[in-house]
Structure formats: C-alpha cells, structure tokens
C-alpha cells in the first residue's frame, strides 16, 4: 500500500470513528450521564481517533499541519495516560464540539486529496 493509499485509508477510518461518536451524542447529556458504556465508548474514540490522526501527520506533516490534528492526538494521550483524572465535561465538550469540527475537515479532505 502507498503512502496515498494508507493516508485514505486513516481518512476513512477517522470518519467512521465520528460518525460511531454522533450516534452516541444524538443519545443525548442523559445517557452519557446515566450510561458507563457511553463515556467509556467516548474514550475508546478519543484513542482510535488520536491514533489515526497521529499516523495521518506522520504521513504528510504540512498537509495535516493545522494545529486541530495535533490537539486530537495530545487528546488522546491524556485519556490514555490520565484516565483517573478525565473531566466528564471535558470529555462529552470534545466529543460534541472538537469531533464534529475535525470531521468536518476529514470530510474537506477526502473531497480535495
């Protein structure tokens, strides 16, 4: 697989993983409150996402260069190494405004690469 391929490849992945994450939003605050598996769900996307992100700036530094793609995969970091100190806030504030806005540039991307 090429480097073009493997950089379509994560893009493709990325929107999957935030589609995955607006169906559980349109849950609603109340299920992500009430319901351990969504906030757990939540932090396993933050690390599929920040994985993903992560190879996608390796593969193409200036073309990923938009400071959102490095704060996804610092993001992801965080929940994997600090999973004792997550915010709940924080977290479901991530997932409903930073998530729809980097897909939205994954969207972008895939229509122009």
Do not use: K
């Not at 004792?84 to 924080?90: K, M, P, Q, T």
């Not at 409903?96 to 991307?109: I, W």
Request: a negative charge; glycine letters at 2%.
């Amino acid at each position: 697989m090429n480097e073009v391929d493997r950089i379509q490849r994560c893009l493709d992945e990325l929107r999957s993983a935030f589609d995955t994450a607006a169906n559980l939003v349109e849950r609603g605050r109340d299920a992500y409150d009430s319901d351990l598996a969504v906030p757990l769900a939540f932090e396993a996307l933050s690390n599929r996402i920040g994985d993903l992100v992560r190879r996608l700036v390796a593969a193409d530094s200036e073309r990923f260069s938009a400071s959102i793609w490095r704060q996804a995969a610092r993001h992801r970091d965080y929940v994997v190494h600090h999973c004792d100190r997550l915010d709940a806030e924080l977290l479901w504030r991530t997932v409903t405004e930073s998530f729809p806005e980097l897909a939205a540039l994954v969207r972008a991307e895939q229509q122009t690469g």
